[in-house]
């Protein structure tokens, strides 16, 4: 199975600060039509999880532009350029590559 | 508007079987692949199977020959057939939708089971 390992694990962020989460493979996401299968999702408190970025760096419908996905490699980030109050939750990562489809531990975000 | 909605949760006695059910709406299941996704107590995410628009299917290991996911495209409907259950299956267990390429685009709002004596 892939793993994923995701860094901090707990990520106090001062509103209209950046953030950043970390995420690293096992082995490589990108598939052979150049597709690179990386997600990321966001658990809010009391709330199911929600799709924010899929294939590495396309940000899903609806998601604020403050949210950008990047690659390098079999290390992904996930970067939210100014944290607002509403995004306090935990942020997984996911590769969805091949099955079993593999989380991350998570990433809590608070607010300072 | 996608819609998932998830029942059949509960409390079962190790050993026992459940059945949870997934009903969607604005879309058709058959056109999507479909998930299993679960989170025990105070954990994280934890992926359980899939069902392909073809029918094909797959499990995670913690759950394979014990879960069943199939789907009735009558109902609209995803199934989660859960025997031999064991205290640590007690989770959430969400359905998700699948994604034109990839990613669960899609969650219900979750189902509690609790597996205890």
């Known amino acids: 199975d892939i793993v994923m390992t995701q860094s901090p694990l707990s990520l106090p962020v001062t509103p209209g600060e950046p953030a950043s989460i970390s995420c690293r493979s096992s082995q490589s996401l990108l598939r052979s039509d150049g597709y690179m299968f990386l997600d990321w999702y966001v658990q809010k408190p009391g709330q199911s999880p929600q799709l924010l970025i899929y294939l590495g760096s396309n940000r899903a419908s609806g998601v604020p532009d403050r949210f950008s996905g990047s690659v390098s490699g079999t290390d992904f980030t996930l970067e939210i350029n100014r944290v607002e109050a509403e995004d306090v939750g935990v942020y997984y990562c996911?590769?969805?590559?091949?099955?079993?489809?593999?989380f991350g531990q998570g990433t809590k975000l608070e607010i300072k | 508007e996608v819609q998932l909605v998830e029942s059949g949760g509960g409390l079962i006695q190790p050993g026992g079987s459940l059945r949870l059910s997934c009903a969607a709406s604005g879309f058709s299941v058959s056109d999507h692949y479909m998930n299993w996704v679960r989170q025990g107590p105070g954990k994280g995410l934890e992926w359980v199977s899939v069902v392909y628009g073809g029918g094909s299917t797959n499990y995670g290991d913690s759950v394979k020959g014990r879960f069943t996911i199939s789907r009735d495209n009558s109902k609209n409907t995803l199934y989660l057939q859960m025997n031999s259950l064991r205290v640590e299956d007690t989770a959430v267990y969400y359905c998700?939708?699948?994604?034109?390429?990839?990613?669960?685009?899609?969650w219900g709002q979750g189902t509690l089971v609790t597996v205890s004596s």
């Open positions: 996911m590769q969805a590559l091949q099955t079993p489809n593999t």
């Open positions: 998700a939708r699948g994604g034109s390429i990839s990613s669960l685009d899609h």
